[in-house]
């Protein structure tokens, strides 16, 4: 099974397949406490990264969808990454059912509007080629993510604990009517 990964370009960003290449850079974002502060608060080992950058490459092959890397233009620098996959955390069927959202970007591009821009991207993308519903799960204390989330019409489900760490699960039923 072969599956074409699309490329969407934004103002400063480009959302591309993630590259063999790519690699190195994905374990030292992954490895950066700043990064990984709301998602576990543990940095990836390069293991525990390789293991997650072969899954989201497979993901696109069996499910048609998954995480681009996000580049930015300037730089041609890989500063994160966005997208879709199924977590089957057991979280309830409510949450484990739809695919879910997810995005990561390095510090030094945080806090300039960056995650906005990528996340509609995607999502955009989403609603045109796959459409459905969407979860996201997001740490309660990240301001930033669920802003991001309620712009994309995420609504709370409820509150859980996930590894340890408190978690919002947010629900998206179809796109926010503009």
């Keep these: 099974m072969s599956r074409t ?4 370009n934004t103002a400063r960003a480009t959302l591309r397949a993630m590259r ?3 690699f190195d850079r994905f374990a030292e974002i992954w490895a950066m406490p700043e990064v990984v502060r709301y998602i576990g608060a543990i940095p990836r080992s390069r293991d525990e990264s390789w293991n997650a950058f072969l899954r989201n490459a497979g993901h696109w092959q069996v499910s048609g969808f ?5 580049e930015d233009q300037a730089s041609k620098t890989m500063v994160g990454q966005v997208g879709f996959f199924y977590g089957a955390r057991g979280l309830g069927e409510d949450f484990n059912l739809a695919p879910e959202a997810g995005w990561v970007l390095c510090p030094n591009v945080q806090g300039k509007g960056l995650g906005g821009e990528v996340v509609c991207a995607a999502h955009d993308w989403f609603d045109r080629v796959i459409t459905g519903p969407l979860n ?6 990240h301001a930033v993510s669920l802003h991001i989330a309620d712009q994309q ?4 489900l409820r509150d859980v604990e996930h590894a340890g760490d408190p978690v919002r699960l947010l629900h998206r039923k179809s796109p926010p009517q503009v």
């Design 20 to 22: 063999p290449g790519d």
């Design 5 to 8: 990964i699309p490329t969407i």
């Design 153 to 156: 019409g995420y609504v709370p």
């Design 66 to 70: 998954g995480q681009w890397a996000v």
């Design 136 to 141: 996201c799960m997001i740490h309660p204390d």
